[in-house]
């Protein structure tokens, strides 16, 4: 299991790395922009890459290469919301395929997906840091060292526990 807390660490096994956590801290997540990291146990959905930054990579999980045309939905008014949806798309949207590094490898937990809620808050992922850990919108931000060695040893039923 992989453990989040608080404090701003990451945990698993014999693994601990200091985290960005979102700029409200860890709690009741209660709507889409609250800027809360939602405590709670999850699993890991899936693992996105860029293949043109993250040249060598192994895991347990199939990887998905990240694309110009992908994105996350965050528009509670679009059937996508909190989906992988296909750019360019009318709905307010994060782009997956970014300039800076923060999206050269994600990993994506269930957080509000069966069912999806409407503002209840999505993607929330694992992701790379920005400079100096800077808080986040509520996801968590690893060193990208950090997290290329966490996809490495992480297994298809590793979940994760904030708290």
Known sequence: MIIINKSGFLKYKKLKFKCS????????KRKEGDKI????????VSIYYRSDRIKKISSKFKLIKIKKNIGWCDDPKSKKYNQLIKLPNKYRHEKLYRTDNIYDLIIALNYNMKPIMKNKGSAIFIHIAN????STAGCIGLKKTHLINLVKKIRKNTKVLIN
Do not use: D, M, R, V
């Open 131 to 134: 400079k100096n850990y800077k």
């Open 21 to 28: 956590l979102g700029k409200a801290g860890i709690g009741e």
């Open 37 to 44: 990291t939602p405590k709670g146990t999850y699993k890991i």
